[in-house]
């Protein structure tokens, strides 16, 4: 007669599908991402060279607001 539900179980994902997405997503996630203490040395070095915040944020590609925090404890406020 007719297959319940329970009676066939869903076709397995091929391998190859489940590796590409894989290697799709550790590409993704770690393409473009800096260690936040690299980038707050970076940051530093631009300050002490006397370089806007602006500048800075653009070149560096974050906010003004994490350099302006950065400077101000630079400052040691």
């Not at 290697?23 to 260690?35: C, P």
């Not at 653009?58 to 400077?71: D, E």
């Amino acid at each position: 007669m007719g297959a319940g539900l329970g009676d066939i179980p869903p076709p397995p994902w091929p391998v190859t599908g489940v590796l590409f997405w894989l290697r799709a997503a550790e590409a993704y996630f770690s393409s473009g991402f800096e260690n936040t203490s690299t980038k707050a040395a970076r940051i530093r070095a631009m300050l002490g060279q006397g370089m806007k915040q602006s500048s800075i944020a653009k070149s560096v590609g974050t906010s003004r607001q994490l350099v302006n925090r950065i400077a101000n404890e630079k400052r040691g406020k």
